[in-house]
């Protein structure tokens, strides 16, 4: 399968489930609980990585790194599973700019 058509698999099932989020009263409910949680995680690694020495001179992966810590962290000790566990770490990682623009 080409990397279009993957791509193309990909979108139409990202775009399925977030239909079903918006489409239930279940699904509200749980894009809810994944909000929360992503604003939880969002602020812990705000306040590692810029509380960290090398806040100055902070990367990208350095960024991603910094999440995943946290987020596994956090998914232990509130029992997240792991698909609610990788969507707040997209969340959170697609956050990198606003990081970087509060670095300036």
């Known amino acids: ?10 979108g139409g099932l990202l ?13 509200k409910q749980v ?19 810029t509380s960290s020495e090398q806040w100055s001179s902070m990367t ?3 960024y991603y790194q910094a999440v995943e810590e946290v987020v596994n962290k956090y998914a232990v000790e509130n029992g997240l599973v792991d698909n609610m566990r990788d969507m707040v770490e ?15």
């Open 31 to 49: 894009r809810d609980e994944l909000l929360d949680y992503a604003a939880d995680v969002y602020g812990e690694v705000k306040n590692k990585v």
């Open 60 to 62: 990208k992966s350095k």
């Open 1 to 10: 399968m080409g990397t279009f058509k993957k791509g193309l698999f990909v």
């Open 90 to 104: 997209k969340l959170v990682k697609a956050q990198w700019k606003n990081v970087k623009g509060d670095k300036k």
């Open 15 to 27: 775009g399925a489930g977030l239909m079903w989020l918006n489409a239930t009263k279940k699904g």
